[in-house]
């Protein structure tokens, strides 16, 4: 049988059942086979038991089993039948062979048609739409099949929103439901859809927030933080409440901050409530040696006769999850408060809604007395209601205000039983919005208008309000008067910076819905406006800022912010109020539940140093709950850049300043912030082709994703120590260096039994003052000097003493490079050799040294690796096609001989380095080219370092001394910045062996590249 007709043979056969048995073909089928249930034995059809046939054929002849047609030589099958059978065997065997049949008779051709089962000589077109061309017995299945998928067609879609119409998803109770449920994850800010239509959204902290617009605003954005304003809505930050007596109060802060780095909670100017302060949080008892983060603090003004206070703290998200608890401990705040459960997430429908006040809606327009509002609403929807759709009477779906994750039932309130401290988590409750800009002033007067005196006509209706009762009190009309007149000397100001740093004012204005113009425009200061202001109000005002009392607002009470949120005019309502205005265009009487109480906050611009001075000053704006939007379009109308998460970033570069997360390396959520971006970065390159990736072996650059601070300072403190030990001996005639290396040796033994000790940043400012006079502080691009502190001059002894405590401490320095070059993440800051001084003082504007490039030792092991997993049988994972290679003990395939390799190169010797004396090679690991055995799950990865990393300080040609956190060319100096971190034993250790004229100079070079930048360092206090 040829090999068509047997596949043809089991595919006819392939549903038969296994008791059913053929006589396999063959030749020379002398053995007989039961069958059919038969005991005996039985000849296949066709089967001829003369050998005679098999020699008298010239072809082959099949020994047994079916044959399709007829024989060639035309003899007839055989028909020899078993002599006996057994009826049970052969029953079941026949009963198999008919449900077989059947089977097959009945198994359609894959189509789900009832003509499917016809063959296809009869099948027709028409019989898709007309049954009766089908047979008498297929035409019942057909009809049933068509009135189905009739049916089908008709029935009614299930209510799911992805089956819904675009306009029926975006009507307005369909999407609020939708957008609840998308809260769930996710916390929105009330500007959420504002941003999510602009900018790049971005999921952070547990937070959904504006990463970066999607229109080219770089410059524009820059421009706007340096000539007029730029708009970033901060609500997303966490504010925390402390209620207590002053006393106790300050007693428990001050566990958690140190005076040596800064001021405290109890800063005079602070705590009187006309300054915002700023300080460092440490955990309790452990000051300077594991910080938390950076806080901003507001004190309530006090009160007549009163000791009880009140504080908030404002502090980033991620901290939020680590100063809790050490509040709650040093507040011994350990009962639970359970919320209470009359206030809910968005109150009813206000009042004017269903019963608009007589006042103001009677004068827009004195025909509206005859309609009533329900025909009002009938006759101004849009949309009429079906005739099978039923009216709900269920209460309408609540837009979430605040914390959409949170239960209801979570406590955020504390209570302490021993001394009466509370502590109240206030997130989302309000709203936080900052103006960066010299013109956040103009912005603001012309946003804002100071609330009109309530008149007292109609108390009955006006009872439900808190501005009506506010302003029964004599003594709140008259200091709201006074604010209002610091509001107006706000005009004559010409710039943000003139008033003093963290000056408070509080207000209650009216809704800025009701003045918002018609046009967008920009708000630029006016001459007209600046004459008119009293010059010597205004002069006070600069000097001696906002008065104590004028700081006082009605937003610190929560009554007052639930009141002012639960009777907001919703922006439905104010458009039909509108709608009816007799002359289009004219402005809206204010409404008696349209005043909001405000906080105004100065926020200081660049204070360290002595360039830029008041670079990125503004004002922040704090607002109750569910007012962001009625304040966030009328702030857009006056012509402010709106700004997200990067232009954060790039304005506290541009000031010099740390940014948190980013730059708190010795901080909790600064080391989780450091991991995450590793994972992304990592991510992002194994994403690329292995093709296309930069080898950062080859550049020399151990760990481009991330900064490994802690090894840094413990080869740095290894290097040091080593120096103190055998500089006395090697530098002979050289008096400063021994008396350094005398000062040092018992100094290194009393911090040797301290173990692992983490790094930790130095914030001192003494010290920071010293370092700052030290590193002779120029200006961006290094051409004059600037003014000096009365600093000591750098000795060994004063050297030795800074760093007798300070063994494993970085320092936070702003690099400007003095020729061209931008600096990118994680840029490396290396130590000058002096051919590099030597050049620069001959070409000051010098490119700056190449490193060599160095060996990829691992490449021919990933080779291998790869040749050797293609041999397997296995097949081949995703991770060795994408250029990485899992590691295993077992494997045999021989690695780089470390012995016979190039050496890397050793740490330089004086001859080569900046350093007062040899850098010794022995003291520092040497590197290892194959990764531990003990590991078996790590990866090879094509370009990068496996772990553990080798020498980072001796590993280029050039002593590692730090890392870049942030760094891009700067559109404020016109030159190359960068902001990062450096070892304080490393940095000590290159000025004293620089000259004094080229004091403070770096090199900086970039992971993917070999090029050397000069740059200077900046310390400003």
Not at 468 to 477: G, I, L, T, V, W
Not at 889 to 910: L, R, V, W, Y
Request: with cysteine.
């Amino acid at each position: 049988m040829s090999s068509a007709k047997e596949r043809m043979r089991n595919k006819k056969l392939k549903n038969q059942p296994s008791s059913v048995t053929y006589t396999s073909p063959g030749v020379g089928s002398g053995s007989s086979h039961c069958r059919n249930g038969g005991e005996g034995p039985s000849h296949g059809r066709g089967h001829d038991p003369s050998p005679a046939r098999d020699r008298g054929s010239s072809h082959p002849i099949h020994g047994g089993g079916w044959v399709r047609g007829h024989q060639r030589d035309g003899k007839a099958y055989g028909q020899e039948l078993p002599k006996a059978i057994t009826a049970s065997g052969f029953i079941k065997a026949r009963a198999a062979e008919v449900n077989a049949m059947l089977k097959a008779v009945t198994k359609t051709t894959g189509s789900v048609h009832a003509f499917g089962v016809l063959p296809k000589h009869m099948r027709r077109r028409a019989m898709s739409h007309n049954t009766k061309r089908l047979p008498c017995r297929l035409r019942e299945v057909a009809n049933r099949m068509l009135e189905k998928s009739q049916k089908l067609g008709q029935k009614e879609k299930k209510p799911q929103s992805k089956t819904k119409s675009r306009k029926a998803r975006r009507r307005h109770g369909n999407l609020l439901l939708d957008f609840n449920r998308r809260q769930r994850r996710n916390v929105w800010l009330e500007t959420h859809i504002w941003h999510a239509k602009r900018f790049h959204m971005a999921k952070r902290w547990g937070y959904c927030l504006g990463e970066r617009p999607t229109y080219k605003c770089y410059r524009a954005c820059y421009r706007a933080m340096s000539s007029h304003c730029l708009l970033q809505d901060l609500s997303y930050h966490c504010c925390l409440e402390l209620r207590g007596e002053e006393g106790l109060l300050l007693a428990a802060l001050a566990q958690l901050t140190c005076k040596d780095s800064g001021p405290t909670f109890a800063a005079a100017a602070s705590l009187s409530g006309r300054r915002q302060g700023s300080t460092l949080v440490y955990r309790a008892g452990q000051a300077l040696a594991q910080p938390l983060g950076p806080v901003l603090f507001l004190w309530r003004p006090r009160t007549q006769d009163s000791t009880h206070r009140q504080l908030w703290l404002w502090i980033h998200p991620t901290l939020k999850q680590d100063l809790l608890p050490e509040l709650r401990a040093v507040c011994q705040c350990s009962e639970a408060v359970p919320p209470p459960p009359t206030l809910e997430e968005m109150p009813p429908a206000p009042a004017p809604a269903s019963q608009p006040p007589p006042g103001p809606a009677q004068a827009l327009a004195p025909d509206t007395e005859t309609k009533g509002p329900q025909s009002d609403r009938t006759k101004a929807s849009k949309r009429k209601r079906s005739q099978g759709e039923t009216e709900t009477t269920g209460p309408p779906a609540k837009k979430v205000l605040g914390d959409g994750t949170r239960s209801p039932t979570t406590p955020v309130t504390w209570r302490s039983s021993t001394t009466g401290i509370v502590l109240s988590d206030l997130t989302m409750e309000i709203v936080r919005y900052r103006l960066i800009g010299p013109l956040s002033h103009s912005v603001l007067t012309e946003t804002l208008e100071p609330a009109t005196e309530c008149d007292a006509s109609s108390p009955s209706q006006q009872a439900c309000f808190w501005w009506p009762e506010h302003c029964k009190d004599e003594r709140n009309m008259s200091l709201h008067r006074k604010q209002a007149d610091i509001l107006n000397l706000l005009k004559g100001v010409y710039s943000t910076a003139e008033v003093p740093s963290g000056s408070v004012l509080g207000l209650t204005v009216d809704d800025p819905r009701l003045t918002l113009p018609r046009i967008r425009g920009k708000a630029m200061p006016s001459i007209q406006q600046a004459q008119e202001v009293d010059e010597a109000s205004r002069r006070e005002l600069t000097l001696q800022g906002v008065p104590e009392d004028c700081s006082q607002s009605p937003l610190w009470e929560r009554s007052v912010r639930d009141n002012v949120t639960a009777h907001k005019l919703p922006e439905q309502e104010l458009n039909r109020m509108r709608s009816e205005v007799l002359v289009p265009g004219s402005r809206l009487p204010p409404l008696p539940q349209g005043r909001v109480p405000v906080l105004l906050v100065q926020q200081p611009g660049k204070q360290a140093g002595q360039e830029q001075a008041s670079w990125g000053v503004g004002w922040d704006l704090l607002l109750p709950k569910a007012w962001g939007m009625a304040f966030w379009v009328p702030l857009v109308y006056r012509g402010v850049r709106v700004g997200g998460l990067n232009m954060a970033l790039k304005h506290s570069q541009n000031k010099g300043t740390p940014h948190f997360p980013h730059d708190y390396p010795d901080c909790p959520a600064g080391k989780r912030f450091q991991e995450e971006q590793e994972e992304e970065l990592l991510a992002k390159f194994k994403r690329r082709p292995p093709a296309k990736r930069t080898n950062y072996i080859k550049h020399g650059c151990l760990a481009p994703f991330r900064c490994p601070w802690q090894q840094l300072a413990e080869e740095w403190e290894l290097i040091v120590r080593e120096e103190a030990v055998t500089g006395g001996e090697e530098a002979k005639g050289e008096g400063r260096r021994e008396s350094l290396a005398q000062l040092l040796v018992p100094k290194a033994g009393e911090v040797t039994s301290q173990g692992d000790v983490a790094f930790t940043v130095l914030r001192n400012r003494k010290s920071l003052r010293l370092l700052s006079g030290w590193c002779r502080p120029t200006s961006s691009k290094g051409q004059r000097s600037q003014r000096q502190w009365a600093v000591p001059p750098l000795s060994p002894a004063v050297a030795a003493s800074l760093l007798a405590s300070n063994w494993r401490s970085l320092v936070w320095v702003r690099l400007s490079l003095l020729s061209k070059g931008q600096p990118e993440l994680h840029a490396q800051v290396c130590v000058p050799a002096p051919e590099d001084l030597r050049g620069q003082r001959g070409q000051p504007r010098c490119s700056g040294p190449l490193e060599p490039l160095h060996t990829d030792h691992f490449r021919s092991k990933l080779k291998q690796l790869k040749k050797h997993r293609k041999t397997k049988a296995k097949p081949t994972s995703s991770s060795s096609l994408s250029g990485s290679a899992p590691l295993s003990t077992s494997t045999s395939t021989p690695g780089p001989d470390p012995g016979s390799a190039p050496t890397i190169p050793s740490t330089p010797g004086p001859a080569s380095l900046s350093s007062p004396t040899p850098l010794p090679s022995t003291t520092l690991p040497a590197p290892s080219l194959t990764p531990p055995s003990s590991s078996p799950t790590s990866d090879l990865i094509l370009g990068l370092w496996p772990e553990p990393l080798p020498s980072i300080s001796s590993h280029c040609s050039r002593v590692t001394l730090g890392w870049v956190s942030q760094g891009d060319f700067s559109l404020v100096s016109g030159c190359g910045e960068a902001l990062g971190l450096v070892s304080l034993p490393g940095l000590l250790h290159m000025l004293l062996g620089q000259p004094e004229d080229q004091r403070g100079l770096v090199l900086l070079r970039n992971p993917s590249s070999l090029q050397y930048r000069l740059a200077k360092v900046n310390i400003e206090v």
